[in-house]
């Protein structure tokens, strides 16, 4: 189990109003698992991925990763969290729009600080290869579609072989086609590599792809689906590959 | 990965970066010229107290010096022996003696207090510059008595070169005197307290005028330039030191002495200018604080992406305050290298003060133009000034960025 979480309640004042944008939710997550989390606007997915990326700190509850609980962190120690374990896929890509396709899919990398930089220089030319864009690699984002820049933002949240990747809506603002190259890839990567995936979407096609769809409503789990017709999850029963996570003294937490 | 990101967002809005940077080359600029002017204006000032006023150094009795008011009471007893150590030092380069004193000119309808500055025509040409400014002669033999007035005394007398004019004086013995003198020359030097109540007569009729039966009040020394100013003063000290002690009766008063009393009254009179520059930095820095304020107001959501993949606060931070860095530092150098032509301008053609502030007393060396002075310290100033300035200005800004909320911050539209 890569990450547990128990009972984990997320309240904002607005106001007079106390707003429970999550309200109790527990969920265990399997290593390399290709994960939906649906259900309607405000009912608490996004909120949910930002805690497990260690964005935001629920009000009450625990979260466990890899067996280790993540209690109070100060803000340092969630961003070397974030620099080790996590990525992130943004519904608008959000690529830096001063850097080229290859800078920016090497900025992890070179925040993480843990290559050289021929190394990070190979796994980002590696990386742009794995997602169709070669060709593209001196491009600034300004230069690029919608479907090629959310194929950036997948390279560079892979590059760092982070053990979950997490995607906010990330086929929202690509027409169908490319959504469905997208979910393809980011399938395929999960499956060749073993990255634990989970998504908050709306779309049917993520949904459709993905082995496990949580759907929460009003704060809460109402239903966990396993799907058995789905393609497979990565190879979170193998040993540990690539992607695979383990522990791993430098990379802290 | 940061100086990368820093550079290019300084020049992705270049209009906005180049608004602050003209400003910022603007006020550094101004203030290496003005600085220039002001170095010139002292350089000026100090070269009129070799040449014009008070020669490299200045011996007179204790008594006439703590007594002031050019009295005939204290003249230099031990007057060749003096002399004759002054010669001994080589930094010595030409001796002369004066006698002043108090007097009236009058045209005739009007009379107006002068000070008469009786000297040795020759000998004092060698210590002072006095000669250059003169307009008609210094001094010419077929003259009986000779006499060089300050233009402006003059133009306030309606006299001119050629003009018979008498001029009124207690003796040496107290005896009332006057005299009818014909005007050779008007002095019109950089020295304003000259040209308006200054007049020169040579000891050849002074001697017999004023009843002085050798007296002298005052030597005047010329000893050899130095390129170094701070050079120049100490040896004028030393010289002073080593003749007040072998003369205790006598008073010897420096250019050091005369020199840092006059740029403590100058850097005084520079303050008002230092304002003007503080507030064009001002502006300058609220540029920079703008341009950096905007960029955190148009990059909150590349901020959020940064914090969420792994930069902490104080990266963030630095990202912004090295934004602020470049700007301070390019700024800078644009100044510097505005400042430098100002600069080179101001040296080698001048500016025309004298033509622009006419007859406006400004209690400056005025004549013709004023020439800028280089000062690599104003260099360094405005170099760390501007890059000083582009880092606290940067702070505030920097520091907003860095206290951001990530799940703001990627919520930001």
Same mark, same amino acid.
């Given at each position: ?27 265990? #997550? ?19 991925? &930002? ?14 990763? &890899? ?8 803000? /340092? ?16 890509? /959000? ?26 220089? /190979? ?30 933002? #997948? %390279? ?33 990567? &999960? ?12 779309? %049917? ?31 979170? /029963? ?16 | ?49 070799? +040449? ?97 007035? =300050? ?25 009332? +005197? ?49 390129? +170094? ?58 540029? @920079? ?20 993949? =792994? ?46 502030? =006419?007859? @406006? ?53």
């Amino acid at each position: 189990m890569i990450l547990q979480l128990e009972g984990i309640k997320r309240y904002y004042q607005k106001g007079a109003e106390t707003i429970h944008a999550l309200d109790g939710v527990t969920l265990d #997550i399997e290593k390399g698992q290709f994960m939906a989390i649906v259900g309607p606007s405000g009912s608490g997915k996004t909120t949910l991925l &930002n805690i497990i990326g260690c964005l935001d700190s629920p009000t009450e509850g625990t979260i466990r990763y &890899n067996g280790q609980v993540l209690g109070s962190m100060t803000e /340092n120690e969630r961003s070397e969290y974030r620099k080790h374990h996590i990525s992130f896929i943004f519904q608008s890509y /959000n690529l830096i729009p001063v850097l080229t396709v290859l800078e920016n899919v090497e900025l992890p990398l070179v925040i993480e600080r843990r290559l050289s930089r021929q190394q990070i220089r /190979n796994r980002a030319l590696d990386l742009i290869h794995a997602v169709g864009l070669e060709g593209t690699e001196n491009r600034y984002p300004r230069e690029l579609s919608g479907g090629q820049e959310q194929r950036v933002a #997948i %390279a560079r949240a892979l590059v760092k072989e982070p053990y979950i990747v997490l995607a906010d809506e990330p086929t929202a603002n690509l027409d169908s086609h490319t959504a469905e190259e997208i979910v393809d890839l980011m399938a395929r990567i &999960n499956k060749e590599r073993g990255a634990t995936f989970i998504f908050s979407t709306h779309d %049917a096609l993520v949904q459709k792809h993905a082995r496990r769809v949580v759907t929460i409503r009003d704060g809460k789990i109402f239903s966990d689906d396993r799907r058995e017709g789905a393609p497979a999850d990565g190879p979170h /029963n193998s040993s540990p590959g690539r992607f695979a996570p383990q522990a791993d003294s430098t990379r802290g937490v | 990965m940061l100086w990368k990101i820093a550079w290019r967002n300084v020049w992705r809005h270049g209009k906005r970066t180049a608004l602050t940077i003209v400003t910022m080359t603007f006020g550094l600029g101004l203030f290496i010229w003005m600085d220039s002017m002001l170095k010139g204006m002292d350089r000026v000032g100090l070269e009129n107290i070799i +040449n014009l006023t008070d020669s490299s150094l200045k011996i007179t009795t204790r008594q006439y010096e703590e007594e002031g008011g050019y009295s005939l009471d204290y003249g230099i007893d031990r007057l060749q022996e003096v002399e004759s150590a002054l010669k001994e030092d080589p930094r010595v380069l030409a001796v002369t003696t004066r006698t002043r004193a108090l007097g009236q000119l009058s045209n005739g309808r009007y009379a107006t207090p002068v000070l008469i500055t009786v000297i040795d025509p020759e000998r004092d040409r060698r210590v002072y510059t006095l000669g250059e400014y003169v307009e008609g002669s210094w001094f010419p033999q077929d003259v009986a008595a000779p006499i060089i007035v =300050g233009k402006a005394l003059a133009t306030e007398l309606g006299v001119g070169p050629g003009d018979w004019i008498t001029l009124a004086a207690r003796t040496r013995w107290e005896a009332h +005197n006057a005299r009818d003198f014909q005007i050779v020359g008007l002095l019109n030097a950089p020295e304003p307290s000259l040209n308006k109540g200054t007049v020169f007569i040579p000891f050849s009729v002074g001697e017999d005028f004023l009843e002085l039966d050798g007296l002298r009040t005052e030597i005047s020394v010329r000893m050899e330039k130095r390129t +170094n100013l701070a050079w120049a003063m100490a040896d004028s000290d030393e010289l002073a030191h080593r003749i007040e002690e072998r003369f205790p009766e006598l008073r010897a008063k420096s250019f050091g002495e005369v020199g840092r009393a006059f740029l403590e009254l100058s850097k005084a009179k520079s303050k008002g200018a230092s304002i003007i520059i503080l507030v064009v930095l001002l502006i300058g820095g609220l540029g @920079i604080a703008n341009t950096i304020l905007m960029s955190v107001f148009s990059r909150i959501k590349e901020i959020g992406v940064l914090r969420a993949f =792994g930069l902490n606060p104080r990266q963030i931070r630095r990202l912004f305050m090295i934004e602020g860095a470049i700007i301070g530092l390019v700024g800078s150098a644009s100044g510097l290298l505005f400042g430098l032509l100002l600069d080179l301008q101001l040296i080698v053609y001048g500016f025309p003060l004298e033509a622009m502030m =006419g007859n @406006i007393d400004m209690g400056l060396p005025l004549s013709g133009n004023l020439y800028g002075e280089w000062n690599p310290d104003a260099f360094v100033v405005a170099l760390s000034l501007g890059f000083l300035l582009a880092i606290m200005a940067s702070w505030g800004p920097a520091k907003r960025a860095s206290k951001m909320e990530v799940t703001d911050a990627l919520r930001f539209v």
